[in-house]
């Protein structure tokens, strides 16, 4: 089935710094989409991509909807320590509804 | 709003016992997802429903799940018998599109 490849697996940072992190898939995708999972808690949407090369920003964060529509980042700047949680990637085929979701990224601010 | 409503939040059950999942969407949003997590893996797709049909199902393991969504507003998802393999955390999602923003908190199941 579909797999997508999300790295890094965890990241160790300071405070004030940048993150990035990227997902890779062997399929085309549709759309990507970013979520953010918090401890106890569900997944939370944090930027949607609907269109190849497409750049959206939300606040700190920065996405990209790559122009093979076969991968995507995702930029933090300026890390605050709420950034903590795990990042999760995630693709819409061009057909069917279902989400195919990265490993996750678990991230660590300290102050 | 209300958010994606799941219950219970956490559940240890034996090897071979039942155990039902239950999931209360957003009003009025006609799309539920089911997913799950195991063990630190990726979330996985278990199955779609639109109101009360199953769109798709081609995510579910095996037939001893069970997902339900009479008159199409809550849905149960079922568990006959659990295996140890189960366990994880079992996410439900609902959107008004065909893409899932919202999510539960999830259930987590252990079997033991």
């Known amino acids: 089935g579909q797999q997508l490849n999300q790295s890094p697996q965890s990241m160790f940072i300071q405070e004030g710094e940048d993150v990035s992190m990227n997902c890779t898939s062997s399929?085309?995708?549709?759309?990507w989409l970013w979520y953010k999972q918090d401890p106890g808690e569900g997944p939370v949407l944090l930027i949607a991509?609907?269109?190849?090369?497409e750049l959206t920003s939300n606040g700190r964060l920065t996405a990209q909807f790559g122009i093979t529509r076969k991968d995507s980042f995702l930029n933090i700047s300026a890390s605050i320590p709420s950034d903590v949680g795990i990042y999760f990637c995630?693709?819409?085929?061009?057909?069917?509804?279902?989400?195919?979701f990265g490993e996750g990224t678990q991230l660590t601010v300290n102050p | 709003e209300a958010g994606v409503t799941q219950f219970p939040s956490h559940s240890v059950i034996e090897k071979g016992q039942t155990v039902t999942l239950r999931c209360d969407p957003i009003?009025?949003?006609?799309?539920l997802y089911w997913y799950r997590r195991v063990m630190g893996k990726e979330i996985k797709f278990l199955l779609h429903?639109?109101?009360?049909?199953?769109?798709?199902e081609s995510g579910m393991p095996n037939n001893r799940f069970l997902a339900e969504r009479t008159g199409g507003t809550y849905s149960t998802l079922k568990v006959q018998p659990a295996e140890l393999e189960d366990s994880g955390v079992y996410f439900c999602?609902?959107?008004?599109?065909?893409?899932?923003?919202?999510f539960g908190n999830g259930t987590r199941l252990t079997v033991t």
């Open positions: 999602a609902s959107s008004q599109a065909r893409v899932p923003l919202h």
């Open positions: 399929s085309i995708f549709n759309t």
């Open positions: 991509l609907y269109k190849a090369g």
């Open positions: 995630a693709g819409q085929e061009t057909s069917g509804s279902r989400l195919t």
């Open positions: 009003s009025g949003h006609d799309n």
């Open positions: 429903f639109v109101k009360e049909s199953k769109q798709d």
